[in-house]
């Protein structure tokens, strides 16, 4: 009896840790952070999630926008550099692609030996000579009112014995004009410079040489939203021209 009470009183005074089974309890602070930093997380791979679907798609974009002008960006950094070769003429060939374009009358001029297309409905200057040095085409149909019509000339100048490149910079400083860097071209298999012209009238001219003299095929419009219509006439009519 008195060992069994003897047990019962060291029990007793046993220290609580061994008695008790072992407790931990986490901090209720330390329970928060963990809830935000899991949250942080989660909004970080949502953001990163989003910024790379956004990469991805504007990437196609401009991949897609890239493949369609890749032929156009070309062709201007040709023509900055002044080593392009004949400008892009993709509305013009969808012009020659047109069976009634193949039936415009065609002029020849025997003084210069060589002959061009010309829209039938166009009025014009200098078509019923055939030796004519200057002959004028506008898109001015008749009996119908054309505020700002579209213009195109041929015509030809004293060389002044220069060759044509130095001509066209010479005739340029004379005018005054603003002008785009030269596009080396052939026009009916005979080497040629074409121009875009910015002032002091918005044009296209295209230079060559010509019985000893300078051959100026100039295109111009008044209207700028028609000027790219007039563009495709012009280059048509620039792929029609033969020489003899």
């Not at 019962?8 to 930093?37: A, C, Q, R, W, Y």
């Not at 078509?127 to 054309?146: F, H, R, W």
């Not at 785009?180 to 044009?203: C, E, H, R």
Request: net charge positive; charged share 20%; hydrophobic share 35%.
């Amino acid at each position: 009896m008195n060992d069994l009470r003897s047990k019962k009183h060291i029990i007793s005074n046993l220290p609580g840790f061994i008695t008790k089974p072992l407790m931990f309890e986490i901090p209720e602070d330390f329970k928060v952070n963990s809830l935000n930093k899991g949250k942080e997380f989660d909004r970080a791979i949502f953001w990163l999630t989003t910024i790379a679907s956004l990469m991805i798609i504007t990437g196609f974009v401009m991949g897609s926008y890239g493949y369609q002008f890749s032929p156009y960006i070309a062709n201007q950094f040709s023509s900055i550099n002044g080593t392009g070769k004949t400008p892009a003429k993709s509305a013009a060939s969808k012009l020659s692609s047109n069976k009634a374009l193949t039936k415009w009358p065609t002029y020849s001029n025997i003084k210069y030996q060589f002959s061009f297309d010309y829209p039938d409905t166009w009025q014009g200057t200098g078509l019923n000579n055939p030796q004519a040095d200057i002959i004028s085409l506008n898109s001015q149909t008749q009996g119908k009112e054309n505020i700002n019509p579209i213009k195109i000339e041929i015509a030809f100048y004293n060389a002044k014995g220069k060759e044509l490149k130095k001509w066209i910079d010479s005739n340029n400083v004379a005018n005054q004009t603003t002008k785009g860097n030269l596009v080396k071209m052939t026009v009916g298999s005979v080497d040629a410079y074409q121009q875009n012209i910015f002032s002091p009238v918005k044009s296209i001219k295209t230079y060559l040489e010509r019985a000893n003299k300078i051959m100026v095929i100039s295109y111009s419009c008044a209207d700028d939203e028609r000027f790219e219509i007039g563009q495709e006439v012009y280059d048509q009519i620039i792929q029609s021209f033969n020489f003899s």
